[in-house]
């Protein structure tokens, strides 16, 4: 059984500073063991440059996977050839055998051929659990499916095609899609795949100035992404015509820098965001008006913080929507790492129907892309 997984931990040295990439994952492990799986593991880990950047080998997330289960992981420092071969005759049933790196051999990246062949030596079954890697075409995810008689999801990759499925065919009524984070173009894909499913649309982050500025309004020195400004005002005209709500921020919490204690200024309705200041949170009156609009929601998908998140200066919005969503009687969709790491922080992720633990693969889903790790499954049927 080789079990793709999504093991691509944040470290600190050789410390895991956050698990629940591999916690999410336990189902489908502790599945496998009770079936008497023998289990070939593979991660991959961090963006390195060669095998011999031995910082992101995966043994410490073999060692935090033995802790979780209970039980031993072996771990071979190698992806292929003749030790693998030798380690996978020797596995038992219920045992599991974690491979390095899988990013320290070049044909990953390249879904190269032979490489995938040779990952898939003496496999009977392959499981696709990586929902987070999902959008590249890599060889584990997706070359390696012609070479096995079986592919198929884990859970984990089953409940997140679900819960995304719902956010984008036939969701239930009324849909609030609340986005945000730093880049606009990152989200108008979103927006144009979702403009007909949601009812409301509330904008939050940097993005929010590409909007305002689209409208006229002054954002001083705000991230503003000029080449998309057509593409806004498009977006808020379609919206216009089609009567759904789409809501921006209507104050703001400026400084002149994103730095910790830098002076902020709260800039009340009405009035610009001065010349030499930012926009780097959303105000209080935006957090009210979001917080109202979010009340009769029946789905409620978000992606992305509403400020500067990292900054405590400019949390606030971030959290306090994180609080407003979750007091929501709806089913909520979050994705994103800020996004996430703001209901943790918040104290309400226990709240949340589903967190999605792919912030690429996520997006691409909600807007409309086809995914190569769960196409290849449906071919390899």
């Known amino acids: 059984m080789f079990l793709r997984v999504d093991f691509n931990v944040p470290l600190d040295g050789a410390q895991i500073t956050d698990d629940t990439r591999i916690r999410s994952t336990l189902p489908s492990i502790r599945y496998l063991i009770e079936e008497g799986a023998k289990i070939i593991c593979a991660t991959h880990l961090g963006r390195p440059k060669s095998d011999k950047d031995k910082k992101y080998s995966v043994k410490p997330v073999a060692d935090r996977l033995s802790q979780l289960i209970g039980k031993e992981v072996k771990f071979i420092g190698e992806l292929i050839g003749s030790q693998v071969e030798n380690a996978k005759s020797q596995l038992n049933e219920g045992e599991i055998l974690m491979l390095e790196n899988l990013r320290f051999h070049p044909g990953e990246t390249e879904n190269d051929e032979e490489f995938a062949r040779e990952l898939a030596k003496g496999i009977n079954v392959y499981i696709n659990d990586a929902f987070g890697a999902s959008h590249r075409a890599h060889a584990s995810i997706q070359k390696i499916t012609e070479f096995v008689p079986v592919a198929a999801a884990g859970f984990l990759l089953k409940k997140e095609i679900d819960f995304l499925s719902l956010a984008t ?43 305002l500025k689209a409208k006229g309004i002054n954002v001083g020195n705000s991230l503003v992404e000029n080449d998309y400004l057509d593409q806004c005002r498009d977006i808020i005209k379609t919206a216009e015509e089609k ?139």
């Open 243 to 381: 009567k759904i709500k789409l809501l921006l921020p209507v104050d703001h919490v400026a400084a002149m820098k994103i730095e910790p204690e830098v002076t902020i200024r709260m800039v009340k309705k009405g009035k610009d965001i001065p010349e030499e200041m930012m926009g780097l949170d959303i105000g209080f009156e935006t957090i009210e008006l979001y917080s109202n609009e979010l009340k009769d929601a029946e789905l409620i998908v978000w992606n992305g913080p509403m400020g500067v998140f990292e900054i405590e200066n400019f949390a606030a919005g971030t959290l306090e929507i994180a609080k407003a969503v979750a007091k929501s009687k709806a089913i909520i969709i979050i994705g994103g790492g800020d996004s996430i790491s703001a209901v943790n922080k918040a104290g309400v992720a226990d709240r949340i129907s589903h967190l999605s633990t792919g912030g690429g693969a996520s997006l691409e889903f909600l807007s409309g892309l086809k995914l190569p790790g769960i196409e290849s499954l449906s071919e390899a049927e």
């Open 169 to 211: 065919e036939n969701p239930p009524q009324p849909y609030t899609l609340i986005l945000g984070g730093a880049k606009v173009s990152d989200k108008i894909p979103i927006i144009n795949n979702l403009m007909e499913k949601a009812q409301k649309i509330m904008i939050g982050g940097a993005m929010a100035y590409t909007f």
